[in-house]
């Protein structure tokens, strides 16, 4: 049976979808197997870099919130099997429930094709849920905040929401905000974000101690 010229380049599109989306969702023990060599291994070095948008750096295991909780020791089992483990800071609570029903589909399809990927059953499913809903970024209430209009204020806006929901400074401690910047520029710096000027971080970093949560 002969395709045509269209019918013929269709296919190749599809089959280049696929190939792509192997490369960005498989772990690298499954592409090793099933696209061996010095170029594949090129090809897939270059996929964190083409998604540097899509993709912030990961979180060790031990620095998640409770993590020796099964929410998290769940969420380190079955999502580090695709990617970099996401801390639950990454998302709000709104957020979460719409990225864990794609990742779930995206396993589920990825599992049917290639196998090597286990999918959570429902009850771990919902464990992992409640988890990072529990521990999710707060979002700021910017009425809360009359000086979000300063200097300091907009700096904040402009640096920080760049990769995520506004956060409120009361989610931390102000003894606890340095470290929390020091991460987050680590993280912009690997993402290729742009970082703000040393006194403008410091002006950030002073703003939100000056808001940071003063109960523990």
Not at 71 to 93: D, E, I, N, S, V
Request: charged share 20%.
């Amino acid at each position: 049976m002969k395709l045509g010229k269209t019918s013929l380049l269709s296919a190749l599109v599809f089959l280049a979808i696929i190939a792509i989306s192997l490369l960005v969702i498989a772990p690298d023990s499954v592409n090793g197997q099933m696209m061996g060599g010095k170029h594949m291994k090129g090809m897939r070095g270059m996929m964190p870099r083409m998604m540097a948008d899509r993709l912030p750096p990961g979180i060790d295991p031990k620095h998640l919130p409770e993590p020796q909780s099964k929410g998290a020791r769940l969420l380190t089992r079955y999502c580090a099997q695709c990617h970099k483990l996401p801390g639950p800071g990454r998302h709000t609570a709104d957020e979460w429930p719409t990225v864990i029903q794609r990742m779930d589909s995206r396993m589920a399809m990825h599992s049917r094709m290639m196998g090597g990927i286990v999918v959570p059953n429902r009850s771990e499913q919902t464990i992992i849920l409640g988890y990072l809903k529990t521990h999710a970024i707060k979002p700021i209430r910017p009425r809360d905040y009359a000086d979000l209009d300063t200097p300091a204020g907009r700096a904040f806006r402009k640096t920080c929401a760049q990769c995520h929901a506004l956060p409120d400074p009361k989610q931390h401690t102000p003894e606890e905000w340095p470290a929390v910047i020091g991460r987050m520029q680590k993280n912009m710096s690997v993402m290729g974000k742009p970082i703000p000027s040393g006194p403008k971080m410091v002006m950030i970093v002073e703003f939100l101690k000056r808001h940071g949560r003063t109960s523990p």
